[in-house]
């Protein structure tokens, strides 16, 4: 089958990049022909909060990335959706998780789908965002017209999506395993990597920084007088997406330099695998969210976590089984869950929970999803 991804990819970084070439790869493996149309403008400049939208590691081997287009130029969306609909793909997947993207994406599978042979598909990240801005409810409806089907990570997209769009097809799948990172190391390797102390207790905050994922709230937590007592401490890693001052102040109020370990930045590919090696517990304080691919880079390096019950976060991590379900905005039940962790020395049994959990989530399954929500259209 020839099959088309549209969405971003190398040399464009972060998760959902790296969840498209994973994609591509799990096709390939089941011997179809795979193409990725990605951007050669994602963000304007302007709108993009970080540090840059492109990575440095190298370019992922055997995978057909096309970088053409344009997220702000209507003419580029008709130049290339009308050279896509002529080369007749049997599936094409969008990656939908902005409305930002809604009137590119949009256009270009409306093209897509009038050449009556190919089935327009998306996996959808979020379809409600956590940060709304307006224009938000047209620019998601515009593009979920053009989609004869959609795949949800989370059953709480699904929800959503069935508030736009009741009678399409859809269907659920978790979010697969991030396994491009490389394999498990010992705790010990990693730590002398990250120049990190042998016996400190360390939790691990990562990915980039916003109001929506907690930090706030996560650094308010590690005040707790028996989390200080126990020297835990917290290795934020990650680029922050908007002013760090808030958190700064958090930290001087409470006193907590000593208990934390800032590495604040994008991390590198090939980096990743240390920090969560090194650590012990994974923390997602998220006060929103729809499903996380930090959940599944630490399901990957077989690594407990604390989420909080927000969006599908909980459908992935069975309380007091692989890690801890806490309610959203509330620090004193984070650190309780910390406390736990480590006075009842939980660490080993979450970890073999974890081994047994994460064969949920296979790429086989997102593939066998995709083409059952194709014979649906």
Same mark, same amino acid.
């Given at each position: 089958?020839?099959?088309?991804?549209?969405?971003?990819?190398?040399?464009?970084? @972060?998760?959902?990049?790296?969840?498209?070439?994973?994609?591509?790869?799990?096709?390939?493996?089941?011997?179809?022909?795979?193409?990725?149309?990605? +951007?050669?403008?994602?963000?304007?400049?302007?709108?993009? !909060?970080?540090?840059?939208?492109?990575?440095?590691?190298?370019?992922?081997?055997?995978?057909?990335?096309? !970088?053409?287009?344009?997220?702000?130029?209507?003419?580029?969306?008709?130049?290339? @959706?009308? %050279?896509?609909?002529?080369?007749?793909?049997?599936?094409?997947?969008?990656?939908?998780?902005?409305?930002?993207?809604? !009137?590119?994406?949009?256009?270009?599978?409306?093209?897509?789908?009038?050449?009556?042979? /190919?089935?327009?598909?998306?996996? /959808?990240?979020?379809?409600?965002?956590?940060?709304?801005?307006? $224009?938000?409810?047209?620019?998601?409806?515009?593009?979920?017209?053009?989609?004869?089907?959609?795949?949800?990570?989370?059953?709480?997209?699904?929800?959503? +999506?069935?508030?736009?769009?009741?009678?399409?097809?859809?269907?659920?799948? !978790?979010?697969?395993?991030?396994?491009?990172? @490389?394999?498990?190391?010992?705790?010990?390797?990693?730590?002398?990597?990250?120049?990190?102390?042998?016996?400190?207790?360390?939790?691990?905050?990562?990915?980039?920084?916003?109001?929506?994922? $907690?930090?706030?709230?996560?650094?308010?937590?590690?005040?707790?007088?028996?989390?200080?007592?126990?020297?835990?401490?917290?290795?934020?890693?990650?680029?922050?997406?908007?002013?760090?001052?808030?958190?700064?102040?958090?930290?001087?109020?409470?006193?907590?330099?000593?208990?934390?370990?800032?590495?604040?930045?994008?991390?590198?590919?090939?980096?990743?695998?240390?920090?969560?090696?090194?650590?012990?517990?994974?923390?997602?304080?998220?006060? &929103?969210? /729809?499903?996380?691919?930090?959940?599944?880079?630490?399901?990957?390096?077989?690594?407990?976590?604390?989420?909080?019950?927000?969006? $599908?976060?909980?459908?992935?991590?069975?309380?007091?089984?692989?890690?801890?379900?806490?309610?959203?905005?509330?620090?004193?039940?984070?650190?309780?869950?910390?406390?736990?962790?480590?006075?009842?020395?939980?660490?080993? %049994?979450?970890?073999?929970?974890?081994?047994?959990?994460?064969?949920?989530?296979?790429?086989?399954?997102?593939?066998? &999803?995709?083409?059952?929500?194709?014979?649906?259209?």
């Amino acid at each position: 089958m020839r099959i088309l991804i549209v969405g971003p990819a190398h040399p464009l970084r @972060g998760g959902i990049a790296a969840l498209n070439e994973r994609l591509a790869y799990a096709l390939l493996a089941e011997d179809h022909e795979v193409e990725i149309l990605s +951007f050669h403008l994602q963000y304007p400049s302007i709108l993009f !909060p970080g540090t840059s939208q492109f990575t440095d590691d190298p370019v992922p081997n055997k995978l057909r990335i096309s !970088p053409k287009l344009n997220s702000v130029n209507p003419l580029n969306w008709f130049n290339v @959706g009308l %050279e896509y609909q002529k080369k007749n793909y049997d599936m094409v997947i969008f990656r939908y998780w902005l409305p930002f993207m809604g !009137p590119c994406l949009g256009t270009i599978a409306h093209l897509l789908a009038q050449n009556k042979k /190919t089935k327009v598909l998306a996996i /959808t990240d979020n379809i409600i965002p956590h940060e709304k801005r307006i $224009g938000d409810t047209i620019f998601t409806k515009y593009f979920l017209s053009a989609c004869q089907g959609i795949v949800a990570m989370s059953k709480s997209v699904l929800e959503d +999506f069935k508030q736009f769009e009741p009678t399409k097809p859809n269907l659920y799948c !978790p979010h697969p395993l991030y396994d491009t990172y @490389g394999k498990v190391i010992p705790k010990n390797e990693a730590r002398k990597f990250l120049n990190l102390e042998e016996n400190v207790k360390y939790i691990l905050f990562f990915g980039f920084i916003r109001a929506y994922k $907690g930090l706030d709230i996560l650094l308010e937590a590690l005040a707790d007088e028996r989390l200080k007592a126990q020297n835990v401490q917290l290795i934020i890693a990650g680029e922050y997406y908007e002013d760090p001052e808030k958190y700064e102040q958090i930290i001087q109020n409470y006193d907590l330099e000593n208990s934390i370990i800032r590495r604040m930045q994008f991390i590198p590919e090939a980096e990743v695998k240390y920090y969560f090696c090194a650590t012990d517990l994974i923390t997602q304080p998220y006060k &929103t969210a /729809t499903q996380s691919g930090v959940s599944q880079i630490a399901y990957h390096f077989n690594k407990p976590m604390l989420v909080t019950d927000v969006g $599908g976060l909980a459908e992935l991590i069975p309380h007091r089984k692989v890690g801890y379900v806490v309610p959203p905005k509330n620090a004193q039940e984070i650190s309780e869950a910390i406390f736990d962790f480590y006075a009842h020395e939980r660490e080993n %049994e979450f970890i073999e929970n974890v081994k047994l959990e994460k064969q949920n989530y296979s790429w086989e399954r997102m593939t066998k &999803t995709l083409f059952e929500l194709a014979e649906q259209v």
